[in-house]
């Protein structure tokens, strides 16, 4: 689980947890990683958890972490590519250090972790790759133009490797929410009472690798029900 500090990783990492799945979580933070352990440690780890503290942005981090997770737990079977970042501006104002932290996280990161992963799960004969995209990589909006890119680019990566993999018993699958309540950093992340929860978007995560091995469902849109009404 890259990004599993907080908001929606968080979410997912407690969930898989609950379901006695050994978890991996990353992040740059090591406070943010520590605090994480102790919220997921509240409502139960019986297939243990690790945290690791990476940046996504780093193809020797991401090796690193895989390294971990095999040595921990003596296998690797579910990869849940979420951590990501926002940055906003129109095009005349963003810094290009701002474009590269975005595009460098949301997109090139993701290509980092599959890539350290792949040789595991083709070793074991499959797995799961999720990545958590968003409504924004196909509803672009002025002031996104980063944000959108990278999510559009990660989902062409993602359906890319999925046809890519599927055939070694890897199957790779798109989550795409709307406004979830987290701190997005950077802000963007949903507020209100009709957003959604990360627990929502984990309960998403949950469903796909509780499927049957011929099942893949490789694109999954997940919005709040009851937006305010535009006009
Ligand atoms: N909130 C929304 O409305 C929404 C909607 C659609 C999609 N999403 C997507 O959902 C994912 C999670 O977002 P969130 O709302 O849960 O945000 P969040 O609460 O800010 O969580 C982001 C997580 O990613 C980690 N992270 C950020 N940059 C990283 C890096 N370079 N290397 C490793 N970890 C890094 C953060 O930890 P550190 O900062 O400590 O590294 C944190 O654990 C993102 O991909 C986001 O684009 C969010």
Known sequence: MTGGSS??????????ARMGTGVVITGRDEDRLRAAVERIGASGTPGGLLAVRADVRHAEDADRVVQAAVEHFGDLDILVNNAGVGRWGSVSELSAEAWAEV????????????????????RRGGGWIINISSLAGQ????GGAA??????????FTEALMQEVRHDGIRVSLVLPGSVATNFRGGGGGTGDWAL??????????????????????????????PPKKG
Do not use: M, W
């Not at 595009?103 to 083709?122: E, I, M, Q, S």
């Not at 509803?139 to 002025?142: G, R």
């Open 7 to 16: 908001g929606i990783g968080l979410a997912v990492a407690a969930a898989l």
């Open 139 to 142: 509803n672009p909006f002025a």
């Open 197 to 226: 929860q990360p627990e929502d978007v984990a309960q998403v995560v949950v469903d796909l690798v509780g499927h049957e091995a011929r099942s893949l469902p490789s694109r999954v849109e997940i919005r709040p029900s009851r």
């Open 103 to 122: 595009l460098d996280t949301n997109l090139t990161g993701v290509f980092h972790t599959c890539r350290a992963v792949l040789p595991v799960l083709k």
């Open 147 to 156: 944000y959108c890119a990278s999510k559009a680019g990660l989902n062409a």
